[in-house]
């Protein structure tokens, strides 16, 4: 019986050719698609689930009073929990060398090297992340102040082919040459690490480094206000996290952290990745739990665009098999083996889907990695967990496709069939609603593409108020390098530079120096950021002075506590015009510049005070004239070894630097807009299966209409009016679904767009066409037929 029917379902799939390759190209590319966005959601979500006890490791956070967390904690933090609370197994803390001293290099046949992932750790870390240790033996490595461990990538460009271990290496930051010795490499973390950490040395060699600048580091270290380091713990297995945190209260107070204003709050190591946007300093890869959730729903509307388009092609080709059921229940057969049949065909067209899809996956995998600058990892250990998932997700939408079919057709009357009399006005609802949504689906893509474009172009172009082309930065150590005097001294001879100056901020990276202050007026307390620049910095910049006057050489020189202030210190503190009088705090306000964005426009631009003293500078600006930036960039190197030929040249491009700040952005909108392109093609494939049936249907109809007069733009007009309507309702669904969703999406920017009705418009009128030529040219070729080829047979 079962066989019969597979028998039957597929001998009826393979002679119709034409119905069976549009609805396997629909459903191939919808799987595909729905499957590629579900490894991207899957992904997301595993991010740190490799350490081992993951489950129970908590990164420790400073909250302030009104919630904002941050994430540096005291130094002296890690052993008080350990100490302190009995459900800690393990506690560690991690200090971002690069962030704590400034750049750090490693010396390879000659030359320094820059590497941004060196962390000094205490031993506590090696028990609470998973290293797969691969050579040598981590144990003590950390508790010496020379002993350092690396990733087998690094192990790989230091060494070579040789054996790291045991042997020298060299490193540099702050001026100063400190001896390694490599006592292990470990496998590179996974893909899917938040933290990325390539050489890991302990303790005593971060203290080692600070006794260059102060007598006794661990002193100042230990005090309960140093926020240093970033604390981890690992509870034991089986103990309460209720009871670890009615502990921490006790442990906080007895070492003087409430009195510093030091409240703690934790955080899974599994939640670092896609819930740190909040936290302030965040040094590791985050994630965006916004673009997550339209990841798995525009996999969810594919998948669905997938299945309705295989519904809508089933449901009209229906009326073509009702003589076919009929000669099949005069013969005897019974409902249920109609329905078992008609099932059948369903399920074996989405299951032949299954391994295409697979395989079409494993075939743009690279390319897909490439362009997006992303890991889909499908043929790896977790393929026995993707298989039976995609597996049963495809079963489903063959099940849910063929299952009003199989009923419909099972229950027809036989005398009715064979006379071809059914009236199916249920079937045409069914159909029409189908239709409809698939256009809702493609509407509200077409809106989604439109949206997201517009905010990253506004995120790279518009956002900043500062002009983002011919713009080069040049990172220094004021402990390695201190000829920033002569160095722009001689750059400003070279007729391409137009302007330079040099600030303790490397734009755009995070903001360094957060001050909160009590206002005058209340007391609420504010986030002001407080940057040392040089003069001519806002000229290089791009920024008007809107009040006062800008820094001269004689603020810096009279030794005079002079200030400038951005809008937002002026709005947020209540000053009035003028302000040629006015203190900030002991400061002298000499000018007002407009607020621009050095940062991220995901947040607010903060209240910022520019104080001109360049003795802690820490990067330069360099603003050349259009069309000369590769040359000053060679020009620059060329002066760069003359004055400091010892030193590494660290330049960047102000442009490069803003795209790896929308890095996360650009991709979002590349995935969202591909996909929408595909939606586009599938709801395309299905309109035109359903138009060719049509056709078939109608092909009396319309030579009847041209015998008795009817113009080919009337008929054509008929064709299309329907379509024309389920697009109007389509829109008027699609529109408060999709402004709702994009201002959920663009509420994760704190400077945005406006949502116009041009973009709903724009949208509406692509799809209209879209939807509009595929009939048209469908309907065409019926028209261009002779009409006695359609009437000749009656």
Known sequence: ???????????????????????????????????????????????????????????????????????????????????????????????????????????????????????????????????????????????????????????????????????????????????????????????????????????????????????????????????????????????????????????????????????????????????????????????????????????????????????????????????????????????????????????????????????????????????????????????????????????FVGMISGIYIAFFLSSLNAWNALRNQVVAHTQIRIGSVFTIFQLFITISLMISVLTVFLQVRYAKNNSSNIPNTDLILLAFNKAEFNGYPILKEELLRNPEIISVSASNLVIPEPVQVMVKIQTYNSKKLINVEFISVDTDYFRTLGAKIIYGRDFTKADEQSGKKMIIINQEVFDAFGFKYPIDDDYFFGYKIIGIVQNFNFHSIHSKISPTVFICDTSVIASMIIRCKPGTQQKVVKDLSVLWKKIAPAVPLDYRIYNNELNKVYLKDRIFGQVVSSFAVLAFIIMGVGLFGLALLISERKAKEIALRKVFGATSSTILLRMQRDFLIYTIIASVIAVPVSWYAMNRWLNTFYYKIHLSWWIFALAILAVTVFVGAIIFVRSYKVLKENPVNALKYE
């Not at 350490?51 to 933090?77: C, E, F």
């Not at 197994?89 to 200090?95: A, I, M």
């Not at 040395?201 to 600048?213: D, E, R, S, T, V």
């Not at 295409?356 to 393929?383: C, H, K, T």
């Open 1 to 395: 019986m079962i066989l019969n029917t597979l028998k039957s379902s597929f001998r009826y799939i393979t002679n119709s050719k034409v119905f069976t390759i549009i609805n396997l190209i629909g459903l191939i590319s919808g799987l595909s698609a729905s499957f590629i966005l579900l490894l991207f959601a899957l992904n997301e979500m595993s991010f740190d689930s490799f350490h081992v006890g993951s489950d129970r490791i908590y990164r420790v956070l400073n909250k302030d009073k009104q919630g904002a967390r941050s994430l540096l904690t005291p130094y002296s933090l890690a052993p008080v929990l350990l100490k302190d609370t009995v459900n800690v197994e393990y506690s560690g803390r991690l200090v971002y060398l690069p962030y704590s001293t400034g750049p750090v290099r490693v010396k390879s046949e000659g030359s320094f090297y820059n590497e941004l992932s060196f962390f000094c750790g205490d031993t506590g870390m090696l028990n609470i992340l998973t290293f797969n240790v691969i050579e040598g033996s981590p144990k003590n490595c950390l508790n010496t102040p020379n002993g350092i461990l690396l990733s087998q990538s690094a192990a790989a460009r230091y060494f070579g082919d040789e054996n790291p271990v045991g042997q020298d290496l060299v490193i540099t930051t702050m001026g100063s040459l400190y001896p390694m010795k490599v006592c292990a490499v470990y496998k590179d973390l996974p893909w899917n690490s938040s933290i990325k950490i390539e050489f890991i040395a302990g303790m005593p060699f971060f203290i080692q480094i600070l006794k260059n600048y102060y007598e006794d580091p661990e002193a100042v270290l230990n005090l309960p206000n140093d926020l240093t380091a970033e604390t981890y713990v690992k509870l034991k297995q089986g103990s309460s996290y209720s009871g670890f945190l009615r502990k921490v209260p006790i442990a906080v107070r007895e070492q003087g952290y409430s009195r510093a204003n030091i409240s703690l709050g934790f955080q899974k190591i599994t939640d670092i990745y896609l819930n740190s946007n909040d936290v302030a300093g965040e040094l590791h890869r985050r994630g965006n739990k916004n673009s997550l959730y339209v990841y798995a729903f525009l996999s969810l509307f594919i998948l669905l665009l997938a299945g309705v388009n295989y519904s809508i092609l089933s449901i009209a080709r229906s009326t073509l098999r009702f003589k076919e059921v009929g000669v099949r229940k005069v013969m005897g057969a019974r409902k249920s083996a109609l329905k078992a049949q008609l099932f059948m065909e369903s399920v074996l067209m989405a299951f032949f889907a299954f391994p295409a899809s697979f395989l079409i996956i494993g075939f743009i995998e690279p390319f897909f990695n490439q362009l997006y600058d992303y890991q889909i990892s499908l043929y790896s250990w977790s393929l026995l967990l993707y298989i039976p998932l995609f597996a049963a997700i495809t079963i």
